[in-house]
């Protein structure tokens, strides 16, 4: 079974960046996609991207392009999300998430994020 | 992007009600479509895939419903460790949208 374990706690200035880290047991890395998922204090999930490492690919939220990165290392079976030129909006718990997925017998692909790692709160304040 | 809209946003009800929560994607997904259960400072936990399929190890208890544009998630009956917020996500296309979350609470 799959656990994803994530880094701990960060507090940082506005304008700075920060790289959490999502590191991955049981399973084969690199043969699902990971998922970044935030949410704010009181508010909804907001997806961030994801990347395939099997095949190097990278999809980002348009609302972060050019702030966020994610990345992985195979070696290390580990995820990183990193999000720079932080803000005060920025404060949220950061999840990654392992995507899921199933296919019927028509060949249709569905996809859900069936594990989650237990989340790193990050908070912006100067 | 896609908008997903849950209704209703909170919910008051007992143990052993029967609760159904509402979400409409501003455009059809099909079936792409899933549910997740998030309690007080854990991650969510995903119910439902593909609009009716039962993830492993939940309860049968809570089930899916609906295409298209309409879904519908029903608790058939309540029980205490189901009061906690559930958010539809559709996985029709990028970026990944969820729903507003709908707050289930006890009366």
């Known amino acids: 079974q799959v656990q994803l374990v994530q880094s701990g706690a960060e507090v940082k200035k506005p304008g700075s960046s920060v790289k959490v880290s999502c590191q991955a047991s049981?399973?084969?890395?690199?043969?699902?996609?990971i998922i970044w998922v935030r949410q704010a204090p009181g508010q909804g999930l907001e997806w961030m991207g994801k990347?395939?490492?099997?095949?190097?690919?990278?999809n980002y939220a348009q609302k972060f392009q050019g702030r966020v990165t994610i990345t992985a290392d195979k070696s290390t079976s580990t995820a990183y999300m990193e999000l720079s030129s932080l803000r005060s909006e920025d404060t949220a718990v950061y999840y990654c998430a392992r995507e899921g997925e199933t296919v019927t017998r028509l060949r249709y692909f569905y996809y859900y994020m069936d594990v989650w790692g237990k989340g790193t709160p990050v908070t912006v304040s100067s | 992007d896609i908008q997903m809209t849950q209704s209703p946003s909170s919910l008051s009800a007992s143990v052993g009600d029967r609760v159904t929560i509402s979400c409409r994607a501003s455009?059809?997904?099909?079936?792409?479509l899933n549910w997740y259960q998030q309690k007080p400072g854990t991650a969510p936990k995903l119910l439902i895939y593909a609009a009716s399929s039962l993830q492993s190890g939940v309860p049968s208890r809570f089930s899916g419903s609906g295409s298209g544009t309409d879904f519908t998630l029903t608790i058939s009956s309540l029980q205490p460790e189901d009061f906690a917020i559930y958010y539809c996500q559709q996985s029709y296309s990028f970026p990944i949208t969820f729903g507003q979350g709908t707050r289930l609470e006890i009366k």
């Open positions: 049981g399973g084969t890395f690199g043969s699902y996609a």
């Open positions: 455009q059809s997904i099909s079936s792409y």
């Open positions: 990347m395939t490492p099997i095949h190097d690919t990278t």
